[in-house]
């Protein structure tokens, strides 16, 4: 006698919602601009935020031997613990004294910081809470909550006073559900990077209203001169910071995937509970691999300073570079970043008329002179577009000369706007032609 246990007869194998929800904003407008490059000229990819595309950025000899030093220890090849080995949460807690007293149980290793912000999120919030996040944002953070019901909601970032929080529309955006403020600084894409005072009043938000941070660190120490980096679990009194970090960046190593998360909870707010919560979910998958785990005292310890400081003179020569560049181009207004690896440019539109938003912008920037930029919808934020500073100097003034001609080829001024129109052309250095209620630049 056969016994059925189900009546289903046909195949059906369905895709689960979390699969369902979960989209990379970043990738699904990428792959939505279906445009061609000009034949005639070499691509210009200025959207991609990985330091090693172009080769010209590399880990120091250090580094590198930590890694082959690793590859030999029969201990690098095993299962390590969840949460990592215990060197290596050591080493971090050593490496991050920066950010306050840290224990090596204060440290989760993550797969990369992507993982490390899934952990802290998952541990925090439910479906049907949110989470506030800055716009613009990176946007790993709709990536991972979305699929799980978790809402994300917006508070503004001010592009004119260097991209500082609007405060009051972080508070306004906290209700009962909410279980997190994420701060990401030195930003993705701004570029921007808060004193001290300014971490303080966003403390002081979170604080009054007794929401805990995840603190994006993963550009920790990524600044230009003449700022300083300060952490924010390193100022905050009482607020518990949950701090994402890892390699990625700093290390030039993206593809090695190491990350983590630094527990911050002076006051014993989160308690036991979301420890162990932690614990739980770094059994998921059991932590990043352990040849980085094994070699990462060595990596912390080891790389000369003088790695880092060539690095950001690089970047930051870069942004100066792209932002005396880009201020000639007519039509765009670059904002000179303070850290990071990025510059956001906002594309004041309506100088170009024939492009209805700033995708549209990109897309024919690609198809006429084979520069690629991320369109600031990929941000949340319209009429800007993102460029990356690591690409070697020949390619950036290259691209940056290409922008102006685009810009010059493409804007119309309008009669009626004629003051503010020649402030703009003022910085073309073009000729302009007045012919009844259109400005032409040639
Ligand atoms: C702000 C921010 N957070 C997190 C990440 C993810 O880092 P990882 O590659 O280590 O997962 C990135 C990567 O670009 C980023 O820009």
């Known amino acids: 006698m056969s016994r059925r246990t189900r009546s289903r007869q046909e195949w059906e194998v369905r895709a689960s919602t979390l699969a369902k929800k979960t989209t990379n904003p970043i990738r699904r407008i990428v792959e939505n601009l279906q445009v061609e490059p000009n034949p005639d000229k070499e691509l210009i990819a200025l959207s991609i935020g990985d330091p090693t595309t172009f080769g010209n950025l590399n880990p120091p000899e250090q580094v590198l031997q930590a890694v082959r030093d690793s590859v030999e220890l029969h201990t690098s090849r095993g299962y390590a613990p969840s949460k990592g080995h215990y060197e290596a949460r050591a080493a971090v807690a050593k490496y991050s004294a920066h950010q306050g007293d840290i224990s090596p149980d204060d440290v989760i290793l993550a797969s990369g910081c992507s993982h490390a912000i899934e952990l802290v999120i998952t541990v925090l919030a439910e479906s049907g809470q949110n989470i506030i996040i800055p716009r613009p944002g990176f946007s790993i953070y709709q990536t991972l909550a979305l699929g799980l019901g978790i809402i994300i909601k917006y508070y503004n970032l001010l592009p004119n006073k260097q991209w500082k929080v609007d405060l009051d529309d972080l508070e306004s955006q906290i209700d009962d559900d909410t279980a997190a403020i994420v701060v990401i600084n030195p930003s993705n894409p701004c570029g921007s990077v808060y004193d001290k005072e300014h971490l303080s009043e966003i403390l002081d938000v979170a604080s009054r209203n007794r929401v805990p941070i995840i603190a994006d660190e993963i550009y920790e120490h990524f600044i230009f001169s003449g700022n300083k980096y300060t952490a924010i679990s390193s100022i905050s009194k009482d607020v518990p910071v949950l701090s994402c970090g890892g390699l990625t960046k700093r290390f030039l190593v993206p593809g090695w995937r190491m990350g983590w998360v630094i527990i911050h909870d002076r006051n014993d707010i989160l308690g036991k509970e979301i420890r162990a919560g932690l614990m739980n979910l770094s059994m998921r998958i059991v932590g990043p691999s352990a040849i980085i785990q094994r070699a990462l005292p060595a990596i912390l310890e080891y790389t000369p300073q003088s790695f880092f400081d060539d690095v950001l003179f690089f970047i930051e020569s870069q942004a100066k570079l792209a932002y005396d560049e880009l201020r000639r181009a007519p039509g765009l207004r670059p904002i000179m970043p303070e850290g990071a690896m990025y510059m956001m440019i906002e594309i004041k539109i309506s100088y170009f008329p024939e492009f209805s938003n700033e995708c549209d912008f990109v897309e024919r920037l690609v198809s006429e ?3 690629f930029c991320l369109p600031g919808q990929c941000f949340d934020y319209p009429n800007y577009m993102r460029i990356v500073l690591t690409i070697p100097e020949d390619k950036m003034r290259e691209a940056c000369q290409r922008i ?27 000729q302009v032609i007045c012919d009844n209620d259109i400005t032409r630049v040639v």
């Open 369 to 371: 002179q084979s520069v």
């Open 404 to 430: 102006i001609i685009f810009c010059k080829e493409h804007i119309v001024f309008s009669e009626k706007r004629k003051d503010i129109d020649k402030e703009v052309s003022m910085k073309t250095d073009v």
